[in-house]
């Protein structure tokens, strides 16, 4: 979505090390910043999502932090295990879409062994 | 949680034929989406399927390509008519509870038109 920003494209790490992949939202009304992982052939699934009333979300391994101000939000993956390979969405509701969610372009995540 | 049985998983078509594609939720939701995915590329939000009434289209899909049904919370059908090479895609069915809640997704649909 074009109003939805996520960079990088594609990212490889090393095994063991931590990955951060970033997105861009246009609507400053947006109040949720679910994050899907989709692995080859399979369907996207929720691994961690942030409203817009606290800054950071833990779960395990995973962590979503949030900027309002700055209308950015990340995804921080430590301790990278060769099973986090997939491609990774961000999305937010955007008012233009009838606050539906926007996906962004998605990022491919290697993770080398 | 729900759990979102879609089908086809697969099917190859011949142009200018339609196929329906099948999206049965495990409970009832509020919220049901159908997404086109190309390969390598992101989701694309074609219409809001609405129970009991028409379908919201997002712009550059229309009702008369991609004709969606809702006879109940749980069911949807996406048609795909007269169909062209240009729709070979992924097609996904999405459910939620409602806006800002997590969406469940379908297996997908690979359409491959010939």
């Known amino acids: 979505g074009e109003n939805v920003e996520q960079h990088p494209s594609t990212l490889s790490v090393q095994e063991g090390d931590s990955a951060v992949i970033k997105c861009t939202y246009s609507?400053?009304?947006?109040?949720?910043f679910p994050w899907y992982k989709q692995e080859l052939g399979k369907r996207p699934q929720l691994i961690i999502d942030?409203?817009?009333?606290?800054g950071e979300k833990k779960d395990q391994r995973i962590a979503v932090t949030l900027n309002k101000t700055a209308k950015h939000f990340s995804l921080h993956i430590t301790e990278t295990q060769p099973e986090d390979s997939a491609v990774y969405f961000c999305?937010?509701?955007?008012?233009?879409?009838?606050?539906?969610?926007?996906f962004g372009a998605g990022t491919i995540l290697r993770v080398k062994s | 949680s729900a759990v979102i049985s879609q089908k086809p998983s697969r099917d190859i078509c011949q142009r200018g034929t339609s196929l329906t594609i099948q999206c049965q939720v495990d409970?009832?939701?509020?919220?049901m989406f159908w997404y086109r995915q190309q390969p390598g590329q992101s989701l694309t939000l074609i219409a809001t399927?609405?129970?009991?009434?028409?379908?919201?289209?997002e712009s550059g899909f229309v009702i008369d390509k991609f004709p969606i049904s809702r006879p109940n919370l749980t069911f949807s059908t996406l048609t795909v008519s007269n169909m062209s090479p240009e729709d070979s895609s992924i097609y996904l069915c999405?459910?939620?509870?409602?806006?800002?809640?997590?969406?469940?997704f379908g297996q997908g649909t690979r359409l491959t038109v010939v």
């Open positions: 409970s009832q939701v509020t919220m």
């Open positions: 609507d400053s009304a947006s109040n949720y």
């Open positions: 999305a937010a509701p955007l008012l233009e879409y009838g606050n539906k969610l926007v």
């Open positions: 942030i409203r817009s009333n606290v």
């Open positions: 999405s459910a939620a509870t409602g806006l800002n809640t997590e969406a469940f």
């Open positions: 399927a609405n129970q009991g009434s028409e379908a919201t289209y």
